[in-house]
């Protein structure tokens, strides 16, 4: 049994290319449902960490692991991201998995970076630290791992446990700002509070606006 590495890892050497392309790049998949600034801070953190020079914000079309029913439209997700990630020139969003029929698996989202970027570009797939966790379950796990490394986003003091995964393969981090959740925010709209400061800006305007998370 060994334990997931701590960030930077040893074995992933920073390797810049010298045409104007690429070499590192992160990407951050999940259902934004809304994005906060949780996971600005981690895409901020892994980026300096691991040398990225850019971090793809790709939010789920149509996730496997949850109901559809419960998850806000994927236009919104992704209009909201947008706005999120807008006023970082090292951030982008992607609608691959929004343009994707049918559910949202992560094995498709990197091997269609993968032929995307080359064999030369090293990709960093950044995720919750508990994904991690769960990660063996997911379609064609083994794949994953030799398309990316993977680095878990962790709250400080709390610990990824081995959970076989390969070693060699994965990095954690600690990230304060990950004690926002977007369940919290969305539970938080709906009672009526306020979510200044836990989200951006824009995104408080955009829900406000759109009347997202509040009852019928």
């Known amino acids: 049994m060994h334990e997931a590495s701590e960030a930077p890892q040893e074995g992933v050497p920073a390797v810049r290319r010298d045409d104007a392309?690429?070499?590192r790049v992160?990407?951050?998949?999940?259902?934004?449902?809304?994005?906060h600034h949780g996971h600005l801070v981690a895409a901020s953190e892994v980026a300096h960490?691991?040398?990225?020079?850019?971090?793809?914000?790709?939010p789920t079309g149509r996730p496997w692991q949850k109901d559809p029913a419960k998850v806000t439209p994927s236009e919104d997700r992704y209009l909201m991201t947008v706005i999120a990630t807008a006023e970082n020139p090292q951030f982008r969003v992607d609608r691959m998995e929004i343009d994707r029929s049918g559910p949202t698996y992560t094995i498709?989202?990197?091997r269609e970076m993968r032929a995307r970027y080359g064999p030369e570009v090293e990709l960093f797939f950044i995720t919750g630290a508990d994904a991690l966790g769960a990660i063996l379950g997911w379609q064609n796990?083994?794949?994953?791992?030799?398309?990316?490394h993977f680095v878990g986003?962790?709250?400080p003091g709390h610990h990824l446990s081995d959970s076989g995964l390969p070693e060699g393969k994965v990095s954690l981090v600690e990230v304060p700002a990950l004690a926002i959740s977007s369940t919290e925010c969305?539970?938080?709209?709906?009672?009526?509070?306020?979510?200044?400061?836990?989200v951006p800006d824009g995104i408080v305007r955009y829900i406000n606006k759109t009347g997202l998370y509040r009852e019928s």
């Open 21 to 23: 392309g690429p070499s």
């Open 26 to 35: 992160g990407i951050m998949g999940g259902t934004f449902d809304p994005i």
């Open 49 to 58: 960490l691991f040398g990225l020079d850019e971090v793809v914000f790709v």
């Open 108 to 110: 498709d989202t990197l």
């Open 141 to 148: 796990a083994d794949e994953l791992f030799e398309l990316a």
């Open 153 to 155: 986003c962790n709250r």
């Open 186 to 198: 969305r539970e938080r709209v709906r009672k009526g509070e306020p979510i200044w400061y836990l």
